[in-house]
């Protein structure tokens, strides 16, 4: 099992930052990805970004060169992660969820507020 628990988030003026937190514990070994995908009403979820044991990042082509997914973990391991947002858009306006994807399933974070005000 592998818990997970995200933090940041917020209110923030459209071209402003914010910096979301995420930390997997449990079975962490078994954990091959984590990222971060972005729930708004009348979007049934989309990913963000995301980032493997080997560093390698994949972005949604809506926030690649705005955000950077960054892991502060052991060498060939995934448990914490970081989503830095920067140049802000109200369309980034949504719950974002963190999940750390082992090789049978996923697993969510709680969820984060973010919005972004015009």
């Known amino acids: 099992q592998v818990q997970v628990v995200e933090s940041g988030g917020g209110l923030v003026q459209a071209g402003g930052s914010l910096r979301l937190s995420c930390a997997a514990s449990g079975s962490i070994e078994t954990i091959i990805r984590m990222g971060w995908s972005r729930h708004s009403p009348g979007n049934q979820g989309d990913l963000v970004a995301n980032?493997?044991?080997?560093?390698?990042?994949?972005?949604?082509d809506s926030v690649r060169g705005r955000f950077t997914i960054i892991s502060d973990s052991a060498v060939n391991t995934v448990s914490t992660v970081y989503l830095e947002m920067n140049n802000l858009k109200p369309e980034d306006t949504a719950v974002y969820y963190c999940?750390?994807?082992?090789?049978?399933?996923?697993?969510w974070g709680q969820g984060t507020q973010v919005t972004v005000s015009s």
């Open positions: 980032i493997d044991t080997h560093g390698t990042t994949n972005y949604a």
């Open positions: 999940f750390a994807r082992a090789r049978n399933r996923a697993y």
